[in-house]
């Protein structure tokens, strides 16, 4: 079992992608950046969690955006594929 080192291992990345979140969310972000994210933020859609600080620009962005929240829909749903098949 791996587990302990693969939650560490999420833990440095989220932390990471929060810190990149952080400088970039400042300000209105596009679909660019709000794709940088999509992977943290589909983590959280996933598990439930509520959504950190430095992705609400990412969930603001999706509630304006038709294109973004279909890609969003369609990357929870291959993630819970993955995780059926794995
Ligand atoms: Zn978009």
Known sequence: MRETDSMAQADAKLR????MAMSVLSH???????FEFFA???DHIRNGN??????????????RCPACTEEM?????ALEAAK???
């Open 16 to 19: 990471s992608i929060v810190e």
């Open 50 to 63: 509520e959504i950190p600080e430095p992705l609400r620009t990412v969930a603001e962005h999706l509630e």
């Open 40 to 42: 943290a933020y589909a």
């Open 28 to 34: 209105e972000i596009g679909c660019d950046d709000c």
């Open 84 to 86: 059926i098949a794995g």
């Open 73 to 77: 829909r369609l990357l929870v749903v």
